[in-house]
């Protein structure tokens, strides 16, 4: 089955910059939609972008539109998400997940998706 290992992350300041990566093995990318959820101390999982299976639609939580961008090699067989102007509200553990089939439906639901990295700390702190 797909496998996802995530890297990145880390300790920045607010107003810093960090890039996550996702890579997939076993199988490629090209047939799955990717997403990236977080989840904070004491708060439910949350989904923050997701991008489709050619990498041609994206999406965002209000949130972070603007300052995180998503994207995809698929020739790579990875996903990344570019996170800039960080705030201390973004610090969480982030996930990438990735599913077949739609891409709309239950976008932002955790339990659509199969396939999950093994989380990366985010944390912003001065």
């Known amino acids: 089955q797909l496998q996802l290992v995530q890297s990145g992350g880390g300790l920045v300041q607010p107003g810093g910059s960090l890039r996550l990566s996702c890579a997939a093995s076993r199988f490629t990318l090209d047939v799955y939609n990717v997403c990236w959820f977080r989840q904070a101390p004491g708060k439910e999982r949350e989904g923050v972008s997701c991008i489709n299976k050619d990498g041609g639609v994206t999406n965002y939580v209000d949130s972070v539109k603007g300052r995180f961008t998503i994207s995809k090699d698929n020739a790579k067989n990875t996903v990344y998400l570019q996170m800039n102007s960080l705030k201390s509200e973004d610090t969480a553990i982030y996930y990438c997940?990735?599913?077949?089939?739609?891409?709309?439906?239950?976008?932002?639901?955790?339990?659509?998706?199969?396939?999950w990295g093994q989380g990366t700390q985010v944390t912003i702190s001065s």
């Open positions: 997940a990735a599913r077949s089939g739609s891409y709309y439906f239950k976008m932002w639901s955790v339990s659509e998706y199969h396939y």
